[in-house]
């Protein structure tokens, strides 16, 4: 092989490596300065991350990919900590639980190294779904998915009266409420007719998180089969705030 062969032969090589740790050859970008990939040890920042080795027992985990818990109220400065080492989301799940990817074969390392940042509440391997997708979210759908923010003011009564006729009117629709008669033993079908709702109070407990409510209410209601002798019976609903722009269930 000639020398300018050689060279191309490089050239062409690390044409190639550049393309891939640059983010196109795969979902996860490496190129920062931050981060260092040496062999299986992660350096994040200086600190060292090595892989122990597996045990037997252990389950199968999902290549490339990992899942985060991030406190409450510190979703943004989450985001920031994915920004900063160049970690992008893949989706997010109930309960602030987020997938995030990274580079396979580095799932464990890259869990303790931010299992102990600030915003991160825990950390672990993904062992569900095994096949699931590595592909990122790009960052301006991850704005979007944020939606819009929780407001101020709790639950109006409006918004809890029409909760509550939707509650009822999925009771309905799904054949009634079965209870068992203390009288008879025997199993009887109500179909509760709802003629208003009157808001009482609404609160938070200091571990909820924001825009979730505990609202008691007073429903004027029947439960005779012909809408007849309504009375009037309290009861509690839970509320939250969806990032769509609105109150649900």
């Known amino acids: 092989m000639s020398r300018m062969s050689r060279t191309l032969l490089v050239l062409t090589c690390a044409s190639l490596v550049a393309l891939w740790f640059s983010g196109y050859g795969r979902s996860v970008e490496e190129s920062n300065q931050l981060v260092r990939y040496d062999g ?139 209870v068992m008669s203390t009288a008879t033993g025997r199993q009887i079908v109500l179909n509760p007719t709802v003629y208003d709702v009157r808001k009482e109070t609404c609160a938070r407990s200091p571990q909820s998180p924001p825009g979730d409510y505990e609202c008691s209410v007073v429903i004027r209601m029947s439960l005779s089969p012909d809408g007849g002798d309504p009375s009037e019976r309290g009861e509690r609903i839970s509320v939250k705030w969806d990032p769509s722009g609105k109150w649900v269930r």
């Open 40 to 178: 299986k040890t992660l350096v994040v920042e200086g600190k060292v991350f090595v892989r122990q080795g597996a045990w037997r027992s252990d389950p199968p985990i999902a290549q490339g990919r990992i899942l985060l818990t991030w406190r409450e109220p510190f979703r943004a400065e989450f985001d920031e900590l994915l920004k900063r080492y160049s970690l992008c989301l893949i989706d997010t799940r109930a309960g602030r639980i987020a997938a995030v990817a990274v580079p396979a074969g580095f799932e464990y390392q890259w869990a303790g190294a931010l299992s102990v940042e600030p915003p991160v509440a825990y950390a672990s391997m993904d062992t569900e779904n095994l096949q699931a997708t590595t592909q990122c979210t790009p960052r301006a759908q991850v704005a979007e998915a944020k939606g819009i923010p929780v407001p101020d003011e709790e639950p109006s009564e409006l918004v809890l009266r029409k909760l509550v006729f939707e509650q009822y009117q999925e009771i309905k629709d799904a054949g009634g409420l079965r």
